[in-house]
């Protein structure tokens, strides 16, 4: 027994040096070969990771499988089945990478579920095993498999809820009080979109259905605060077309999250947007119901980010820039931001004059055990939250979902607020 722990720890410790290598290596080259390299250096880590997840379901499932003759084929349908689930999970990205159109295939709809499985089943596992740990010489062992049982059949529960959750989609009301916003615009409405993951899992019908729901609710503007596509343009330029149906009557924005930039293909997507009726705002401002020219006098600016990973990876001459995108506002009217991370709306409150940073990117956690650790590395979590008097920050839980079709305590959402005036 310590001979193999200590051989686990040594494979352990071989593979995160590895890992680290890698990385340094990843980070040293020019910008176009990074992005493919990176690519493939999540999938080793991923791939590894869910070999390794895989292995400790099939075992513990081992443990409660029927044994004897008379339940041999009952026990072998069953051990097909979850080898068939486990590989499926564990090349749902690969899949994701090669099989991309307009609609996702069924067998990328598949993986996604299978690796969904695999995720909530090492979560159950793992409390189970934590919880026979501390209970040790107090859970009789005669106990141990019901225990396990008890894991695997949380695990069923956190399945279904996922997928009754991320059919749930919210259309949430917030009304805002803008300081300095023009007695004019009182009632102007406002539609978020955020992390619609347009690509391998999400495609052409669900962009439809959401921008169906948004022409419903008659906004003012839509602004779309990245995490758009995960895929590039050559790939997904049908799946977008929906978005030309888009009918608010000031236009519809853009901003860029994280993943516009690992389909490394995100010049591309800036160029291809105006085609479908989107402007994409990269580090640029524009001036709403008003005009430039006299100060955006009665009006109200819109500013889009590019986002803050592009400082921690150069994605070659893109970079968030606040200055660039802040600076030289006339002063008293008040400005929204398109800002994709919270960690991004950090900064962009400190600006004079700003009034609301839109975000998204951290999709409520979307999924146990991914919540808490999500709410644990980021500033603001989901919703609304206030970080100065008159200041205000909100955090979309995301229009659809990413890698996985399953969520838990926030289902997806379209955000519609109502600017009213404030002194």
């Known amino acids: 027994m310590i001979e193999c722990s200590g051989r686990n720890a040594l494979l352990s410790g071989v593979f995160i040096l590895v890992v680290l290598v890698v990385e340094v290596w990843v980070f040293s080259l020019e910008s176009n070969r990074r992005i493919k390299a990176l690519r493939t250096h999540v999938f080793f880590i991923f791939g590894a990771v869910l070999f390794v997840c895989s292995r400790y379901i099939w075992k513990r499932i081992s443990i409660l499988l029927p044994r004897g003759d008379r339940f041999w084929l009952c026990t072998w349908t069953l051990r097909f089945f979850l080898a068939v689930s486990l ?217 889009g980010l590019e986002d803050i990973e592009t400082r921690r990876v150069n994605y070659g001459a893109h970079s968030m820039d606040l200055h660039a995108a802040l600076s030289g506002r006339a002063e008293g009217v008040p400005t929204i931001v398109m800002a994709h991370q919270p960690w991004a709306a950090v900064e962009a409150v400190m600006w004079e004059d700003v009034r609301l940073v839109l975000s998204g990117h951290t999709h409520a956690g979307q999924f146990l055990p991914m919540t808490g650790l999500v709410y644990l590395f980021n500033p603001f979590f989901a919703g609304l939250y206030q970080p100065q008097p008159g200041v205000f920050v909100y955090v979309s839980a995301g229009s659809l979902y990413v890698l996985i079709p399953y969520r838990h305590f926030f289902g997806p959402e379209i955000t519609l607020f109502n600017l009213v005036s404030s002194v």
């Open 87 to 303: 590989l499926l999970g564990q090349l749902c990205m690969i899949l994701g990478a090669l099989l991309v159109n307009k609609e996702p295939s069924y067998v990328n709809v598949a993986s996604g579920y299978c690796l969904g499985i695999i995720v909530f089943l090492t979560f159950c596992f793992v409390l189970v095993d934590l919880l026979l740990l501390v209970g040790r010489g107090v859970i009789p062992r005669s106990l141990r498999v019901h225990v396990t049982l008890a894991g695997f059949l949380l695990a069923l529960v956190l399945t279904f809820s996922g997928l009754w959750y991320v059919s749930q989609v919210e259309v949430k009301h917030v009304t805002l009080p803008v300081k300095g916003l023009h007695p004019r615009l009182n009632g102007t409405t406002v539609v978020q979109l955020s992390d619609i993951h347009l690509g391998p899992f999400n495609g052409k019908s669900a962009l439809n259905e959401l921008v169906g729901r948004v022409n419903r609710l008659k906004p003012d503007l839509v602004l779309i605060t990245g995490d758009l596509v995960d895929s590039t343009v050559s790939n997904l330029r049908e799946a977008v077309t929906p978005l030309r149906d888009l009918k608010p009557k000031h236009g519809v924005y853009f901003s860029t999250g994280n993943h516009e930039y690992y389909t490394g293909d995100v010049d591309s997507w800036i160029e291809e947007l105006p085609r479908h009726g989107v402007t994409p705002l990269i580090n640029q401002r524009v001036c709403l119901f008003g005009e430039e020219k006299h100060g955006c006098s009665g009006g109200l600016y819109l500013a």
